[in-house]
Nanobody, 125 residues
C-alpha cells in the first residue's frame, strides 16, 4: 500500500503563491504516475494535475492551466505543486495520489494510495 503525506498548504491572499509537497512511501515511487486533486466544501473531489513517471509529461485541469505547475523529485520520493496567481475558488483541501499512468490519474481510477489528510489551501479575496 502506498502511503502519502501532503504538506505546504496555508492561508494566502488572492494573487499569491503556495508550493505543496507530497512525500510517498516505498521504493517504487519512480514507477508511479502522480496526481494532485482537491475537494472544496460541499463539492466532490476533482482532478487538478498529473505528472508522468519521468516528469516529462504533465496534464492540468482547465481551471488551473497556466497557473499551477507539477514537478517531482524521484530521488526524494516527492511530488510538488507550485500554485501561482491563486484565486478564492482554489480554496480546497489538496490531496496527492499515485497511479499506473497519467491517464488513470486523470480519470481518477486505479489509484494506489488511500486518501490521506490532505493539506488545506485557503485563498482570501
Amino acid at each position: 500500500q502506498v502511503h502519502l503525506e501532503e504538506s505546504g498548504g496555508g492561508l494566502v491572499q488572492a494573487g499569491g503563491s503556495l508550493r505543496l509537497s507530497c512525500v510517498v512511501s516505498g521504493r517504487a515511487f519512480s514507477w508511479y504516475a502522480m496526481g494532485w486533486f482537491r475537494q472544496a466544501p460541499g463539492k466532490e473531489r476533482e482532478f487538478v494535475a498529473t505528472i508522468s513517471r519521468t516528469g516529462f509529461s504533465t496534464i492540468y485541469s482547465d481551471s488551473v492551466k497556466g497557473r499551477f505547475t507539477a514537478s517531482r523529485d524521484n530521488a526524494r520520493n516527492t511530488v510538488f505543486l507550485q500554485m501561482n496567481s491563486l484565486k478564492p475558488e482554489d480554496t480546497a483541501v489538496y490531496y496527492c495520489n499515485a497511479g499506473p499512468s497519467t491517464e488513470a490519474i486523470l480519470a481518477m481510477t486505479g489509484l494506489y494510495g488511500d486518501w490521506g489528510q490532505g493539506t488545506q489551501v485557503t485563498v482570501s479575496s
